[in-house]
């Protein structure tokens, strides 16, 4: 079982609407989660972190977290094709963001 | 405030040679850290400095690749002979606090033939 289990997709959208990308994790001690998105060719970025169990609101983005169920969300409303990229959901076992473990990624496409 | 920098952003060497990746951190990030991705699967933990000391250096493939960062500033990984299966991008990253994530570099592309 790998460490982050991410749907590599593509998930696709249309534009507008919410895209809902998922990720589970094994290590029940993890403390803190990630989400980066990659552009092709492109380092990953940095959207948010979450630490708490609940949701985490930054403008059209939504972290979700279920230590509990070993989970992690990120929600986007409004998808534009902007947002057509990979996204990558990290955590840090350890809790002090030094020695991140990534997922392979979910490829997003918000069509038109 | 400049990013990250990597360089090179490409590399093609043949199985045997060496090759000396370099990272300029963000000016004032104490923590720098090397990735790799290679094809097909997820990015994964090198090793991570804390201004000139190695803090963790788990991910380190074999004893072919050293990584040094001589004061604090920059860094280099150096691969040395390289082989077919260290082919990759190669992902430098720096932070100041370690707690909030960290700004990634744009990579570069190892190909060894």
């Known amino acids: 079982q790998k460490e982050v289990e991410q749907n590599s997709g593509p998930l696709s959208v249309p534009e507008g609407a919410i895209a809902s990308l998922n990720c589970t994790y094994s290590d029940r001690g993890s403390q803190s989660f990630f989400w980066y998105r990659q552009y092709s060719g492109k380092s990953p970025e940095l959207i948010m972190f979450i630490y708490s169990n609940g949701d985490k609101e930054d403008g059209r983005f939504t972290a979700q977290l279920n230590k509990a169920s070993q989970y992690v969300s990120l929600l986007i409303r409004d998808s534009q094709p902007s947002d057509s990229a990979t996204y990558l959901c990290a955590l840090d076992p350890t809790g002090g963001g030094n020695k991140l473990t990534f997922g392979t990624g979910t490829q997003l496409k918000v069509e038109l | 405030e400049a990013g990250v920098t990597q360089f090179p952003s490409h590399s093609v060497i043949e199985k045997g040679q060496t090759v000396t990746l370099r990272c300029d951190p963000i000016s004032g990030h104490d923590n720098l850290y090397w990735y790799r991705r290679v094809m097909g699967k997820e990015i994964k933990f090198l090793l991570h400095f804390v201004k000139e000391s190695k803090q963790d250096e788990s991910g380190m493939p074999n004893n072919r690749f050293l990584a040094e960062r001589t004061g604090g500033t920059y860094s280099t990984l150096k691969v040395q002979p390289a082989e077919l299966e260290d082919s990759g991008v190669y992902f430098c990253?720096?932070?100041?606090?370690?707690?909030?994530?960290?700004?990634f570099g744009s990579g570069t592309r190892l190909t060894v033939v």
């Open positions: 990253a720096s932070s100041q606090d370690d707690s909030y994530g960290y700004t």
